[in-house]
Structure formats: C-alpha cells, structure tokens
C-alpha cells in the first residue's frame, strides 16, 4: 500500500531528450569528447557528476565555470520540449484526489523550472532539484529528501524514472520503483513495474493509500 509519488522530470514527465543532447553535444565539441561517449553516460545524472567523470583532472573553478555554461545553454533553449504521453492526464488524477507527489530531478533549478514552466503542468507539493542533494543519482539520497518533504516513509513512496541510475536510487531509497520505457541499461534492474507509457499505470484507491 502507497501514500505519495516521487516522480523524475527529464524522460519520465517531459521529453526534452533533444535539448539535452544538443547541449552535451555541443559542450563535447569544445573539448575534443566523442558525442557518442558523453551521451552513453549523462542520462539521469546531475551535470556535475558528468563533467568530473569526463574532466576528472579539472579543479573546482574550472567545472563551475563549465557547469554554468551547461545551464546557461539548457535553461534558456525550450522549443521543441513537450509533456510526455500520459503525464498531464496522470499529475491532474493525482492532485485531484489529493494523493501527494513530488518531482525529484538531476537537473538544476534554472534547467528544471525552465522545462516544466513551459508546458504548464500542475504544480507539484515539493520539488526537489539537484541543489538540494550531496549526492546525486544513482544515490539514493533525492529520492530519501523528496520522501522526508512530503512527510512519508521511502517504502509508502512510488518512484517513477526511466533512466538506470534513477532506478538504482530509488531502489536504494527502499521505494517501489516504475519504470516508464526505460533506457536500455536498465534491463538488469528490478523495477516494480515496467510501463511503456504513463497511460498504462493504474492507480487503486484503498482506505489507507493506493495499490498499482
């Protein structure tokens, strides 16, 4: 039995896959990184985490000033960005029968807020951005915080992700996790449920929460 759900942004609410890689993609070019390399390992990880693996000897000041120039890029490019299938009709259910729900992201606030202002989704009860968090997935430490917010135990709380090291956290948090066409390096991990879309996820109501 559920009470709240703790939902990714990017990939699981909204598709904005080709702003994402255009940014990396770019950034990649003024380094000499193979696209294809950068774009195998960024998904579902903060920025940070993805510039120290791919700078591993670059200091403090320098990934800073490499990280703002990322957000600057992905913050202010918003065409094209839209609300995957079965989000809107999903987070509108919710709120409307007052089941709690949060989204928990890798992005940072300017990027986060910048694609789901756009599209005028409901607003959620706590959104947690990756300044919020020491470490980032596929630690579980978003997904503890977005549970501690909305004043529920991790293991009365539905993750919903599509990228492997989303999964990975929210399994390590001790939540159920569904995941929504996800990536292919997710095949190994044991996901709750498996969805195509988010049409497909059904949602029960019981006298003390929600069953899928």
């Known amino acids: ?16 896959l080709a702003v994402v890689e255009t940014a990396w993609s770019q950034w990649g070019e003024r380094h000499g990184i193979a696209a294809a390399d950068i774009l195998a390992f960024i998904h579902g990880k903060q920025a940070i985490t993805s510039l120290r693996h791919f700078l591993p000897h670059a200091d403090e000041a320098l990934l800073r000033e490499e990280f703002l120039w990322l957000e600057r890029l992905e913050s202010s490019t918003t065409e094209g960005i839209v609300a995957l299938p079965g989000a809107r009709e999903l987070l509108t259910q919710l709120t409307a029968q007052q ?9 940072s606030s300017p990027v986060a807020s910048a694609r789901y202002t756009v599209l005028d ?9 990756a300044e919020q968090v020491a470490n980032g997935k596929p630690h579980p430490d978003p997904y503890l915080l ?8 991790p293991e009365h709380c539905v993750v919903v992700e599509d990228a492997a090291a989303g999964i990975e956290a929210g399994l390590a948090a001790g939540c159920a996790v569904v995941a929504v066409n996800p990536a292919q390096d997710a095949a190994h991990l044991a996901a709750t449920l498996r969805l195509k ?5 059904a ?10």
């Open 121 to 129: 989704l409901p607003q959620p009860e706590v959104f947690i951005t």
């Open 203 to 212: 949602i029960h109501l019981q006298p003390q929460g929600f069953s899928l």
């Open 1 to 16: 039995m559920y009470k709240g759900f703790l939902f990714d942004l990017d990939g699981t609410l909204v598709d904005s």
């Open 99 to 107: 089941i709690p729900w949060a989204i928990v992201t890798s992005g």
């Open 146 to 153: 977005g549970a501690k917010q909305l004043n529920l135990s």
């Open 197 to 201: 879309t988010l049409h497909e996820l």
